[in-house]
C-alpha cells in the first residue's frame, strides 16, 4: 500500500474505499441481491464474522453487486453454526446453513449469472 503523504493521498484512499462500500454505506437497493449473514452468538463463535468479511471481500474483488450485511437470526433462530440468506431482486431467498469459504464462493459465483 501506498504511503499518504498529503492530503490530497488521504481524500483519494476516502474515494476508493467508499466506492467499494457505496451499498452498504447508502443503504438498501431493492435492485441488487442481498446477502445476510447471522451474527448472533453462536454464528459469531463459529466463524461468521470471518464469512462476514469474506463475502465483502470476494463481492467487491468479483465486482459483484450485492448488498452484505448481518443480522442478529434468520429463519426464526435457526442453531446452525453459520447461516447465510440471500434474496433476490424478485423477492426469491435461499437459506444456506454451515456456510464456508468454500460455500460462499459458490453463492457468490452465483450471483454473477
Known amino acids: 500500500m501506498a504511503q499518504i503523504k498529503t492530503l490530497a493521498d488521504l481524500q483519494a484512499v476516502k474515494e476508493r474505499v467508499y466506492a467499494t462500500m457505496k451499498t452498504r454505506v447508502e443503504g438498501f437497493d431493492k435492485n441488487l441481491p442481498q446477502i445476510r449473514i447471522a451474527m448472533a452468538t453462536i454464528g459469531i463463535q463459529a466463524?461468521?464474522?470471518?464469512?462476514?468479511?469474506?463475502?465483502?471481500?470476494?463481492?467487491?474483488?468479483?465486482?459483484?453487486?450485492?448488498?452484505?450485511?448481518?443480522?442478529?437470526?434468520?429463519?426464526?433462530?435457526?442453531?446452525?453454526?453459520?447461516?447465510?440468506?440471500?434474496?433476490?431482486?424478485?423477492?426469491?431467498?435461499?437459506?444456506?446453513?454451515?456456510?464456508d469459504k468454500k460455500t460462499a464462493d459458490a453463492i457468490i459465483d452465483s450471483l454473477k449469472a
Open 47 to 99: 466463524g461468521a464474522k470471518e464469512i462476514y468479511d469474506y463475502f465483502i471481500d470476494q463481492t467487491d474483488a468479483k465486482q459483484i453487486k450485492a448488498i452484505v450485511m448481518q443480522t442478529s437470526v434468520i429463519d426464526d433462530g435457526n442453531q446452525q453454526p453459520v447461516v447465510v440468506k440471500v434474496t433476490m431482486p424478485d423477492g426469491e431467498s435461499k437459506i444456506y446453513e454451515n456456510v
